[in-house]
């Protein structure tokens, strides 16, 4: 089943304490993407990844880090998480150019940081 | 500033009546993108129409954009309890910077679907 996986789905953690949220396709995509969702906000697109080696900035980068070494993986690192980044989080894929391409989703990573 | 903004914010109708949400964009277009999220789950697009279509049909639905206003419409006819979810416009960013690689979605408007 064509897929977009996301783990942790829940996590509660600290001020300061690292951690990573893993994102993982099935689909062979080339362009793989992080979003946050805030109430009132919609989402925002905090990095995305046109290829292997290849990341980009998107709206609300900082506080993130990502890397895509494989083309199937796209972690999302807070280095040292801060209580507004309490969020909710999507991974997402397509094919080639997001612009013509649907995006598939993953269920999302509910983030508490107290 | 959100490229794309939703009308209503939210809208309660009953079983088998129609619905009917609106986008608003800023900036030139290649395409626009709705997008359905059921509470506690990740979007699930919906359909693609391209800047030079008018008008696109997928089922239910029925999708209209109007560039020269910078808006497009979503229709849901007959409506279903099954449809109560969250509604997104998304557009790609030709206009920011001349950038294809982004999209932006809007705030969403809430549909409850009454039985």
């Known amino acids: 089943e064509a897929q977009v996986t996301q783990n942790p789905r829940y996590l509660i953690t600290v001020t300061g304490k690292k951690l990573t949220v893993t994102c993982s396709q099935n689909m062979n995509h080339e362009y793989m993407s992080w979003y946050r969702q805030d109430p009132g906000l919609g989402l925002r697109q905090i990095y995305y990844?046109?290829?292997?080696?290849?990341?980009d900035k998107g709206d609300v980068p900082e506080g993130y880090k990502v890397s895509r070494k494989e083309k199937r993986n796209f972690p999302l690192i807070l280095e040292s998480p801060s209580p507004n980044q309490t969020s909710l989080y999507f991974c997402?894929?397509?094919?080639?150019?997001?612009?013509?391409?649907?995006?598939?989703f993953g269920d999302g990573t509910r983030l508490s940081i107290l | 500033s959100q490229q794309g903004e939703e009308d209503p914010q939210a809208l309660s109708i009953q079983e088998g009546e129609n619905a009917t949400m609106n986008c608003s964009y800023k900036t030139s277009i290649n395409n626009l993108q709705w997008y359905r999220q059921n509470s506690g789950r990740g979007l699930v697009h919906l359909i693609l129409i391209r800047s030079n279509e008018r008008e696109k049909h997928s089922g239910r639905l029925r999708v209209t954009l109007d560039t020269s206003k910078k808006s497009s419409s979503l229709l849901i006819t007959a409506s279903r309890a099954a449809d109560t979810a969250s509604y997104f416009c998304a557009t790609d960013a030709r206009g920011y910077g001349g950038a294809t690689n982004k999209l932006i979605f809007g705030t969403g408007t809430l549909l409850a679907v009454q039985p």
């Open positions: 990844s046109m290829n292997v080696e290849v990341t």
């Open positions: 997402a894929s397509s094919s080639r150019t997001v612009s013509n391409q649907p995006q598939h």
